[in-house]
């Protein structure tokens, strides 16, 4: 054969699983993201850093309980630390964080778990997600945020669920 | 090697050559110097930061120089690293590789000599901030952390002296032209051409956010800034840049490793289409850095997400195409088998091992990107020690050891000096690669179990139980690296001082198996290419600026450092 068409071959022979394995990939992605639901943040709205205090929900941040199992979780992310700092959920609830910034950028992720967000002034940050295994899970920041960073570390507590009835 | 003989007759010619280039081998020369100047100061910082994460403190003896402590030397170390060393290397490679490949000076030498100007002034006006410590603010520079002006400004000199190379290379580009009414493009010159058209387009993106947003509000002139609508604009250039550093190492794996493999590229029209594919691809997929970030919604951090598996596509071109050439200079050295031919590969020759061993690290370090660039599986390393042992396998290998393989021999070229030890430079690439193995893969792990980046760890109140065994790994990598480090620059002082005066000639183009011939001349023609990658820009980028423009907070600047 001629050896110029042999190159070819082996061109096309790249080629084919080049585009086949990220298109794979890619399903898989859209897969978990929409049908699954592990869902990156998106755009929940802004928020005037200057009028927090005044504002719902930042004017009361805490854990608050929706519903058995359902919580809702409203954090303030300030130089150098979280507002509350320590976040404390029986095992198996369902956990909607809303976060924001008081003045720069701060990260806010949990460890061994999906929730990992940049916490930006003027924006909401908003992610949702169970936590299974008890244990104390620390919450760091994860963006330079100033002298201080470092020192800015936070605390997930889950205790063992209060009903010894249903799981496992 | 080939060019080992080298008959007296084209020693001449290299001197006569060298003579109508020395304009163009001084610029190179300069721009170099600086980039490794700015990667000594860079690199010390980085192993001050290993070993403060293991408890031991190098900032409080230098802080009557430096004051900012860990931070500010973070922030030396990134901008000297990722901005100054990169760009520099880069404006002074693509001078030579351009002007050596169509065979034609600068078209405006004074042009040449204001590019270079504008950069180093640039540089110097960021410097006094950031060495006076009222710009850690690190190389990202997230408003609302709010940096002294200069600083911003002086970068802004620096992206806009680069744009200056660009009109040089179109202009060079026509005058070629005009001479070779129907040939093909060289492929050096092309690829140097695509790089810089590629790098002018994606910088709008932090010329915009410097000019109409950073400057004037560090200026005092705005009363604050939008600080999403910063991070997209940065994110729109600060994607496409690692392209703008990885390609010149590119350039070098296609038109001179084979070369010096003894072999021949595998395919031209195959290397101009994965150019081109980056020339389109490269900016539209900006968002993918901010998948976590709110305020921009899923579905375009999803289309960004497919088009950025998009740019795989090329890369794993360039895998195919390079390492196919290798095999092609490995069977021509006598080499036989799917693999043995590998040992017949030229592996003391200092300058190409040391390319290929930063080729070998960054397959890893791609397969890496894919992951980060894998939407919701980001979540899971999103600004952790992951994305820095990610990009040290990229840019701090792939790319920094692919540019000290290139001095190797380009630096003995320019000066018409021998490279002092060549035994040295294989010592120096084999240290860096293992050193960076090291490193890399133990800040991949750290980052695994959650480890911030950026993060003064040694100095944390806890450091978490899990990664005290690991963290002693990372200053063994960052030691070992430092060591290579030390080599090279010895290697390369010796070099220029006391190496042996001698015509060290070029390593010529390498010639391709399959010419630009069998690829269609509408790969030479840039308008159709320039329309698509302006529409892409346009569809993946607009709706989001306008809501964000729309939406504008005046956020005031904070100084937390």
Known sequence: MNRKYLGYLFEIAWILPSVAVPIAFMVAIVITAFAVGIAVPGDAGRVDPKALSTTAPFDQPGLRELAPGRYEAVVIAQLFNFSPGEIEIPAGSKVTFIVTSRDVIHGYKIEKSPINMMVIPGQISRMTTTFDTPGEYYIYCHEYCGAGHHLMVGKLIVTPAKTASTNR | MATARVSSVSITAERAEVGVFATEYRLTGLNMLIAFIALAIGGLFGVMQALQYNGIDLYKPISPILRGGYYQGLALHGVLNVLVFTTFFIIGWLTFVTSRSLGIPLASRALGWTTFGVMTSGLLIAALPLLLNNATVLFTF?????????????????????????????????????????????????????????WVICTFGVATEMLFLLIPWSLGLAPGTDPVLARTLFWFTGHPIVYFWLLPAYISWYNFVPQQAGGRLFSDPMARVAFILFLILSTPIGMHHQYTDPGISEIWKLIHAIFTFGVFFPSLLTFFNVVASLENGGRARGGKGWLVWVFSLPWREPSFTTQVLAMILFAF???????????????????????????????????????????????????????????????????????????AHWMHMLGLLSMPRRTAIGAMREIHPEWEPLLPMVAVGAIIMFISAILYYLNMVLTITAGKKDTVPMVPFARAVSGPEDGPRVLDNFKPWLAIAFTLIVINYTPTLIRLVSEMQFIPGIRSW
């Open chain 2, 142 to 198: 997230y408003p609302p952390l709010k940096a002294d002006p200069l600083f911003y400004i002086g970068l802004t000199l620096v992206v806009v002296g680069t744009w200056l190379l660009l009109i040089n290379q179109v202009m060079m580009l026509r005058q070629w032209r005009a001479a070779n009414p129907t040939a093909r493009i060289p492929l050096p010159a092309f690829m140097a051409i695509v790089t810089m058209t590629m």
């Open chain 2, 365 to 439: 370090g791609g397969a890496g990107g894919l992951i980060n660039a894998s939407y919701n599986i980001n979540l899971v390393v999103h600004n952790t020690s992951w994305i820095s042992g990610h990009f040290h396998l990229t840019v701090g290998t792939a790319v920094t050891l692919s540019f000290m393989g290139i001095t190797y021999w380009l630096v003995p070229h320019l000066t018409g000096r021998r490279l002092w030890s060549p035994t040295m430079a294989l010592v120096q690439a084999w240290t860096w690669f293992i050193g960076m193995g090291i490193f």
